[in-house]
Nanobody
Framework: QVHLVESGGGLVQAGGSLRLSCAAS????????MGWYRQAPGKRRELVAG???????NYADTVKGRFTISRDNAKNTVYLQMNSLKPEDTAVYYC?????????????????WGQGTQVTVSS
């Protein structure tokens, strides 16, 4: 079993910054890609940023230049530094990870999600 636990959300004024963290724990053999998604009320969940195990990153156009994703492989943790926040960034942010676990003598890969953390940006 794998658990992803997010932290760092909260209320901030427009123009402010927040840093989200997501730590993975459990019977982890390897973590492949990790990413952050968000879902605003009445909208579909969307990819915010992703990062491969080798550190290659990609971002949604709406956050390029303002958000930075990074990871610490030794800690099984991914971060999202969010600067110059706007009211339209308000959403529940979810951590996602493609994790390979060891089951007896074989490995299995699966997609795991955190419980979500609320980010609210006031104007």
């Amino acid at each position: 079993q794998v658990h992803l636990v997010e932290s760092g959300g909260g209320l901030v004024q427009a123009g402010g910054s927040l840093r989200l963290s997501c730590a993975a724990s459990g019977s982890i053999f390897n973590i492949n890609a990790m990413g952050w998604y968000r879902q605003a009320p009445g909208k579909r969940r969307e990819l915010v940023a992703g990062i491969t195990s080798g550190g290659v990153t990609n971002y949604a156009d709406t956050v390029k230049g303002r958000f930075t994703i990074s990871r610490d492989n030794a800690k099984n943790t991914v971060y999202l530094q969010m600067n110059s926040l706007k009211p339209e960034d308000t959403a529940v942010y979810y951590c996602n990870a493609d994790v390979t676990i060891m089951v007896v003598t074989t490995t299995l890969s699966g997609d795991y999600w955190g419980q979500g953390t609320q980010v609210t940006v006031s104007s």
